[in-house]
C-alpha cells in the first residue's frame, strides 16, 4: 500500500484545499494529513486559526480521498512524522517547493502547484471588508 502524507492548517476550508488532497490522494493507496495545531498555526503565521483544531480534524476526516488525519504540533516533528506513518511520499502545493527537499532519504518528495486566486488570507479580508449596502 503506497502511503501519501501531507500537512497544513486547513482554515477556512476552501477548493484550493480540496484540488491538492484530491491530487495527493491520487498518487497513491492512502492519504494521511497532518493538521497545524492551533499553535503552530500561530508559529506559522502570527495568528490563531478561524476554525479550531477539532472543527478542522473533522472537516478534513469527513473528505472521502482522506485516510488518516493527525495534529501536526512542529514543523521540526516532520521527519519523525515521515517515519512514525511510514510514508511513501510527502505532497505540498508549490509554495513549498524545495523546503522539503531534506526529506528525499526519508520518501519521496512531490510539490504540486497551488489553486489559483485562492487563499484563506484573501477569504478573510474579503469577508471583514465593510458591507457598501
Ligand atoms: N494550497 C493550494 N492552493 C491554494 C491554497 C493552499 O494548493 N490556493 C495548499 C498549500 O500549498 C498546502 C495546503 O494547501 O500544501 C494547505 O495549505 P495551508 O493550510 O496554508 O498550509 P500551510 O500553512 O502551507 O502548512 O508542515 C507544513 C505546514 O503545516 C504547511
Request: hydrophobic share 40%; glycine share 6%; net charge negative.
Amino acid at each position: 500500500m503506497k502511503k501519501v502524507i501531507t500537512f497544513g492548517t486547513f482554515d477556512i476550508f476552501h477548493v484550493g484545499h480540496v484540488n491538492i488532497l484530491e491530487r495527493a490522494r491520487a498518487l497513491g493507496d492512502y492519504l494521511i494529513v497532518g493538521i497545524s495545531s492551533d499553535e503552530l498555526n500561530f508559529s506559522k503565521k502570527g495568528r490563531n486559526p478561524v476554525y479550531s483544531i477539532a472543527e478542522r480534524l473533522k472537516i478534513i476526516s469527513s473528505l472521502r480521498f482522506v485516510d488518516e488525519v493527525f495534529v501536526e504540533e512542529s514543523l521540526e516533528l516532520k521527519a519523525q512524522y515521515l517515519r512514525d506513518f511510514d510514508a511513501d511520499v510527502l505532497v505540498m502545493g508549490d509554495d513549498w517547493k524545495g523546503k522539503f527537499d531534506i526529506y528525499k532519504d526519508i520518501c519521496d518528495v512531490v510539490y504540486l502547484e497551488r489553486t489559483p486566486s485562492i487563499s484563506t488570507t484573501e477569504i478573510i479580508e474579503v469577508v471583514r471588508q465593510p458591507r457598501d449596502n
